[in-house]
């Protein structure tokens, strides 16, 4: 007999309920098996006591990426060790890494949590799932594998790079679905290409996160496979890692499980929410996490809530795309700006590749400049070439308020990845 990993409230009535349960028992949990979180509440003068409505969310201190840092090896760790089967960190960019314990119930909730995002992309249990994302530390592999698993699905599990055996595999195992990065995916598409091996493929279906795509790498991967749907998963190490919500069918943002975390979207700034459908950070606290639970956790992670019904039908709440990190922006001659602006002005130029670069330096008079690396698809004759070029500088004056140097090159020239892309270079630290 099929399960159905969607037993959430047909109309949602129960949500509100469930979720004050949740939090609840999350901030009584964490204050009393947590010393972190006993002293941080403490200071707060927050007691669980406290927490009578959902309203009272608002009275909780945050949780950061430095706290999980500044308790490194086991922060928010709110369970003995015996009850931990397992760990999984992020690799941190700058300082320590964040560990994160999970306990066996923690893990069945994740198993849970991914097997309703493979039914939401409307997986059967005859799909074959190739996995192309890092296993080890991360949460990427094992979660997609959990998932799987849990759902009923066939697990290719061949991990990251070697496209290669992928192309091989996806062939002879005739894999209906690709799990990878955005980067990756596109890595492989183009594989497939320069192969011509699109029609021996049976690839129906791509789920890709851990960064964000733009709209060209979304066409690029459409019109390389035929595939007939991209789905965008989002997650982080902290709340259990990928697998908390997904793109939907009807392609019009992220649902996400709101009966296992409550998503708050708060202005980066001030940290006071935001009206519903404006722009902020997400802030994350779970109902059920028992290892290391997250009490409004800031991911960092710009979004807007979608607060209109889903054309889907599924009524779980909807978050936008991530558009960017608040950390990721940079500043440029007293502009602020976001990578993600970047990817929606050449997503809009026709004859612009996928992939791009941003380098940074400042020049001996101390002004500082911008040089745009973008890949040029089909033409490039030097008028063609002078002509785009001149069409992307006035965009990014026009829409961004900066004038870069552009360079193009030939498309597939800029590193491809099969981990997180990174696209924006600022030689400018030191100075
Ligand atoms: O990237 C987990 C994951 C693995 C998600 C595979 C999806 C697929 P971390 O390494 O902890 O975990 O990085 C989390 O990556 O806060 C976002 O900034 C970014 N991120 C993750 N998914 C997306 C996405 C995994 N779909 C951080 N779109 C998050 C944009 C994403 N950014």
């Known amino acids: 007999m099929s399960r159905s990993f969607m037993p959430v409230p047909a109309d949602l009535e129960d949500l509100p309920a469930l979720q004050l349960k949740g939090l609840k028992w999350t901030v009584s949990h964490a204050y009393n098996n947590s010393l972190f979180y006993r002293k941080k509440l403490d200071n707060f003068r927050v007691s669980p006591e406290m927490i009578r409505s959902l309203d009272d969310l608002r009275r909780l201190p945050f949780t950061t990426a ?7 090896p086991f922060p928010l760790r709110a369970v003995p060790f015996e009850k931990i089967v397992r760990v999984h960190a992020s690799s941190g960019t700058t300082g320590k890494r964040k560990v994160l314990c999970y306990t066996q119930k923690d893990i069945n909730d994740w198993a849970d949590m991914f097997a309703r995002c493979f039914e939401m992309a409307q997986l059967s249990p005859s799909d074959r799932v190739q996995i192309a994302v890092g296993y080890g530390l991360w949460t990427a592999g094992v979660g997609f594998q959990l998932g799987c698993e849990r759902f009923g699905a066939m697990a290719v599990p061949v991990g990251p790079a070697n496209t290669e055996m992928h192309c091989q595999l996806l062939e002879d195992l005739q894999s209906t679905v690709f799990c990878s990065t955005a980067s990756m995916a596109l890595l492989m598409v183009e594989e ?4 011509g091996q699109r029609d021996r493929l049976s690839l129906k279906k791509f789920i890709f996160g851990a960064e964000r795509h733009s709209r060209k790498m979304r066409q690029r991967i459409q019109e390389i496979t035929g595939a007939e749907h991209l789905f965008d998963i989002p997650g982080l190490t902290e709340l259990y890692g990928p697998g908390t919500g997904l793109e939907c069918i009807a392609h019009d ?7 296992y975390y409550i998503l708050e979207i708060v202005n980066p700034e001030t940290l006071e929410p ?5 722009i902020g950070e997400m802030v994350v606290t779970s109902l ?8 409004r956790y800031r991911t960092r992670d710009l979004t807007r809530v979608i ?5 889907c039908g599924n009524l779980l709440p909807r978050h936008d795309h991530i558009l960017g990190r608040s950390d990721d922006m940079f500043i440029f001659r007293a502009v602020n700006i976001y990578p993600g602006q970047i990817d929606h002005v050449l997503s809009q130029i026709p004859g612009v590749g996928s992939e791009y670069q941003v380098h940074l330096f400042r020049k001996g008079d101390g002004r500082d400049l911008m040089l745009v690396k973008v890949e040029m698809l089909g033409a490039d004759s030097p008028e063609f070439a002078k002509d785009l070029a001149e069409e992307i500088t006035s965009e990014f004056r026009r829409q961004i308020m900066v004038r870069p140097q552009v360079e193009l090159v030939g498309y597939g020239t800029l590193p491809r990845t099969e981990r997180k892309s990174r696209r924006v270079f600022d030689n400018r630290a030191g100075d």
């Not at 430095?66 to 490194?72: A, F, T």
């Not at 607060?307 to 054309?311: G, R």
């Open 66 to 72: 430095q706290d999980l840092q500044e308790n490194y």
């Open 192 to 195: 497939i290409e320069r192969r």
């Open 253 to 259: 943002g992220v649902h996400y499980w709101a009966d």
């Open 274 to 278: 935001v009206i519903p459908g404006e």
């Open 288 to 295: 059920r996490k028992e290892g290391s639970p997250l009490i």
């Open 307 to 311: 607060p209109e019904p889903c054309s």
